[in-house]
């Protein structure tokens, strides 16, 4: 069975066969939301251009919106990115971190994975001093169904580096410079 024939299958079985025939908006339905998941999970590649820099002072690209898919339910969720960097020798080109970003969102996350996965390729590219990474987002999984929550948002972060030492201002730093993004 193709994915478009699972996709018609379980949709009929959600709605029953009487809601297809010639009148009805559904008879395409599974076709479109195959090629929505496809487009959904499918990321572009993107090069991700450094350069050597003498500088060692904080980067912050905020906010960066992205949009994903919970991996429990298939259901969207949304929301900014907040991302910073000390850097130790490299600095990343700035469209790259929304790149980034956005590369890594596509497909199935949860939202404290997806976190961590972006604050650990900046890592591997950068080597930086220290990487933190916020993500504020709604899931209409949580909106939609279960706790019926319209508006509540989830906040995750990572912080390596210099970013978890507490003794130090660059956590402080940070979170300042993000406070009304």
Known sequence: MTPIEHAEALLRSVIGNDAYDESTHLNETPERFVRMLQ???KSEK?????????????IVVSPI?????CAH??????????????PQGRIAGLSKIA?????????????EDLTWTIAEALVEVLNPVGVAVVMKAEHL???MRGAQSPGTKTT???MVG??????KLAKAEFFELIRND
């Open 39 to 41: 487009e959904l999970t």
């Open 46 to 58: 993107f090069k991700m251009t450094t350069f050597e820099s003498p500088h060692d002072e904080m």
């Open 65 to 69: 919106h992205f949009y994903s898919l």
């Open 73 to 86: 339910h298939i259901i969207p969720f949304f929301g900014t990115a907040h991302v910073a960097y000390i």
């Open 99 to 111: 790149r980034m970003v956005k590369y890594y969102s596509r497909g199935f996350w949860i939202q």
């Open 141 to 143: 999984c949580m909106a």
């Open 156 to 158: 995750t972060s990572t």
């Open 162 to 167: 210099a970013f978890l030492d507490h003794s």
